[in-house]
């Protein structure tokens, strides 16, 4: 939902259809969930109708089935709209996104609406979820985990957590150590349901808990309802009000723009302080030189040159060799760690996979049971080291973040020995891309697990005896391998990407550097001119001060 614009006026909609290769690969990978593959678009539809005969074996499976339903059911309504871009109106937007049809084949649908939030320039994104049944997907709710600027994760009363809910808040713990701002918000919807205060303070307590679990300690969390929401903003009677005086939107609302227009805007406000503060130093050395003698105006201007020369030479000798050794030190230790979470973790994820849902004696062979345990084992693995890079991706960018600040601080001190009233300011924050990353464990060979699965006799002696840990400890054993592969080449592909960034991190540093100093040059030669105006610059320097003297007010 974004806001208006000339093009887009309020209740514009414009709709993004997946091209014929994305909703091929999201097909393919949907129908590898049950061990099929199709070569053409005939083929796949019918593997879609005997699997709607046949149905899920495990729960996994049930997302992807609803999928490749939906798929085969709009296919014939959808196939000459690939790769296309339609605007329509508000009214015609239900007929796209409510029917599950239509619906799995949009890329992305953007609504522009006219309303308080829009108003301010908010843009509102609900991400795809944060699970297993699209790669891209994943990659798609990280980019936005990762770049905007305030996360809502809105969870509904008496729901527990599905398994993606445990997927985005894992992978919310991971990251949020490298953000600048605490930007997450977490709301709880019909509380109205609680049919009483302690019920109500019991599930605040749980989702604490569960956050802390996750590693968000003093979340920002509200219990609210939207159904009584609804009825204040519009005047219509709500019916029963559970143990709710009001429906609580008005205290988030009112934390949530405190958010946007104060920790938000404090952000920007202090560098444009920073960049007033050096244009007032700026100003005060201008003016100082202006008003000295001809003679020093002649000798000074015969000095700069020199100067100005010097400070060149030291931007343009930047090689932080230092940075890329300690870059690759950082990863190595980062990936150090991501190994010790995956085997900490994988108790659990054994547990989920390999449970008594699934193995049950009544259930025929236990071999193919065995396998389809082993395979979501591994495919959750595979997920949470994907996951686990990602959220290293971001740890290094903060890392690299750390070491041209600290590149930045170098030079200023450097630059500053040529001519102690030079002020700079850090330029913009480099804006690192990070790589891809796809699910590790997709191919590695199910024969080093043989042994592992051979442990298993019967459910009974499973899970009431050693069989279970015995098992457990054979495919931890077997797992070390295809692991410390997986890292060892994620660890090449983060170190090459990375250096390289970074380089050209350390070369827009020292130009934007350099034009600055151009700039501070430039200005103390105007001011050395015969025709400056000392009068002038003080005034504008004391005007400037008068600024910053105004601001330190505030804040005390």
């Given at each position: 939902i974004a806001p208006p614009d000339r093009e887009h006026p309020h209740g514009t909609a414009v709709v993004k259809v997946k091209d014929?290769?994305?909703?091929?690969?999201?097909?393919?990978?949907?129908?590898?969930?049950?061990?099929?593959?199709?070569?053409?678009?005939?083929?796949?539809?019918?593997?879609?109708?005997?699997?709607?005969e046949s149905g899920a074996e495990r729960p996994a499976q049930k997302p992807h089935l609803a999928f490749l339903a939906a798929a085969a059911a709009g296919y014939e309504r959808m196939k000459n709209r690939f790769g296309t871009r339609l605007s329509?109106?508000?009214?015609?937007?239900?007929?796209?996104?409510?029917?599950?049809?239509?619906?799995?084949?949009?890329?992305?649908?953007?609504?522009?609406a006219d309303c308080p939030l829009t108003r301010q320039g908010v843009t509102l994104v609900d991400t795809p979820g944060v699970d297993s049944l699209n790669a891209r997907h994943t990659g798609v709710a990280f980019h936005y985990?990762?770049?905007?600027?305030a996360l809502l994760f809105v969870t509904y009363y008496n729901h527990a957590f599905s398994k993606a809910d445990r997927e985005f808040l894992l992978q919310l713990g991971r990251v949020k150590d490298a953000f600048s701002l605490?930007?997450?918000?977490?709301?709880?919807?019909?509380?109205?349901?609680?049919?009483?205060?302690?019920?109500?303070?019991?599930?605040?307590?749980?989702?604490?808990?569960?956050l802390a679990r996750f590693g968000i300690r003093f979340p920002r969390l509200y219990a609210l309802s939207s159904?009584?929401?609804?009825?204040?903003?519009?005047?219509?009677?709500p019916g029963p009000r559970g143990v709710l005086a009001d429906s609580g939107l008005s205290a988030f609302e009112t934390d949530f723009f405190r958010f946007l227009t104060e920790e938000l805007a404090e952000v920007a406000v202090e560098s444009a302080y920073a960049e007033l503060e050096r244009a007032r130093r700026a100003a005060e050395e201008f003016a100082r030189a202006a008003g000295q003698s001809e003679a020093e105006k002649a000798e000074k201007r015969q000095a700069l040159e020199a100067v100005k020369t010097k400070m060149h030479a030291v931007l343009?000798?930047?090689?932080?060799?230092?940075?890329?050794?300690?870059?690759?030190?950082?990863?190595?230790?980062?990936?150090?760690?991501v190994k010790q979470r995956v085997f900490f973790r994988l108790n659990d994820v054994f547990k989920e996979a390999f449970n008594p849902a699934v193995l049950r004696d009544d259930q025929g062979p236990a071999r193919r049971a065995l396998e389809r345990c082993l395979d979501e084992l591994l495919a959750s693995v595979g997920f949470d080291l994907a996951q686990e890079l990602r959220a290293t991706s971001l740890r290094v960018e903060s890392f690299l973040h750390k070491q041209l600040a600290e590149q930045f601080s170098r030079l200023f001190h450097e630059l500053r020995r040529f001519d102690d009233a030079l002020a700079l300011t850090p330029p913009e924050p480099f804006a690192f891309s990070a790589p891809e990353f796809a699910n590790a464990l997709g191919d590695v060979d199910r024969v080093r697990f043989t042994k592992a699965l051979s442990l298993y006799k019967n459910a009974k002696s499973f899970f009431e005896r050693d069989e279970k840990r015995r098992m457990k400890e054979e495919i931890e054993a077997a797992l070390v391998e295809p692991i410390d592969a997986y890292l060892a080449e994620q660890k090449e592909r983060l170190v090459a990407t990375y250096a390289e960034q970074y380089k050209d991190a350390v070369?827009?540093?020292?130009?934007?550097?350099?034009?600055?100093?151009?700039?501070y040059m430039e200005g103390l030669l105007a001011a050395l001119a015969e025709a400056a105006d000392h009068e002038a610059l003080a005034r504008i320097e004391a005007a400037l001060r008068g600024l910053l003297s105004d601001r330190v007010g505030e804040a005390r």
């Open positions: 014929e290769a994305q909703i091929w690969a999201d097909v393919q990978a949907s129908l590898r969930q049950f061990g099929c593959e199709a070569k053409s678009w005939d083929e796949a539809l019918r593997h879609c109708a005997r699997l709607a329509i109106g508000f009214a015609e937007l239900e007929a796209y996104v409510a029917d599950e049809a239509v619906s799995c084949f949009l890329d992305e649908v953007v609504l522009y985990m990762k770049h905007a600027d605490d930007k997450m918000f977490f709301i709880i919807n019909a509380a109205d349901l609680a049919q009483s205060k302690e019920e109500l303070e019991a599930v605040i307590s749980y989702m604490n808990g569960e159904r009584l929401a609804l009825a204040e903003k519009t005047g219509v009677e343009a000798g930047i090689d932080d060799a230092y940075g890329r050794q300690a870059l690759r030190q950082e990863v190595d230790e980062l990936l150090y760690y070369a827009a540093l020292s130009a934007a550097l350099a034009e600055q100093v151009d700039s």
